[in-house]
């Protein structure tokens, strides 16, 4: 069955510093969703990438869909406490359901 | 307000005790689904229903069930629990067409613990 793998499962940095995750699929996805979890809370809708090659932005945040619709990454520029949580992707393959990544856990030191 | 709830928050029952966990959407979503998420696993399908009375299994569906009889509702059934089954459940419902996927919105979890 479809697999999506993410890596890293963990990181921590130091506030101001850079972060990107990364989230591979096994199979070519139609589309991809990216979530994020904040502690004790639950997972809320960040973007989604429908076309090969798209980059999206929201703010500090940069989206990337591969060029062979097999790959993504979220890469959040300069990181602010308020930017801790696990960052979940989540892969369509087809006409199938969401199947969503493990996450990277994301800790931001003051 | 737009919004997915479930019911009971937090559970702690005792193995072969039968338990109904609620989920109610005012969205008018077709689609719903129900997660667990355990630590280091992620978010793993149970089961998803693609609008009234059509419901199928997700990764993980054994030891579970779940019936759509309105469309609003999408209760996830445990017949006889085990402690395998402690875990953090996540009802989610959106939109859906068979040519686009819409985000998601998730109910703020249930912590179920079987002793």
Redesign the interface.
Known sequence: ?QQVM?IP?YQHVQEGEDFTTYCNSSTTL??I?W?KQRPGG????LI?LVKSGEVKKQKRLTFQFGEAKKNSSLHITATQTTDVGTY?C?G?EG?S???????TMLLVSP | EAQVTQNPRYLITVTGKKLTVTCSQNMNHEYM?W?RQDP??????IY?SMNVEVTDK??VPEGYKVSRKEKRNFPLILESPSPNQTSLY?C?SSLWT?SS?????????TRLTVL
Do not use: M
């Open positions: 069955g993410q499962q139609s589309n969703q979530y639950h997972p809320v809708f989604q979940f989540a369509r006409y359901t969401l199947t969503f990544g493990k996450g | 689904s997660y280091g696993l992620g978010l793993r399908q998803y997700g990764d996540f989610a068979v996927y819409n985000e998601q919105f998730f109910g703020p979890g």
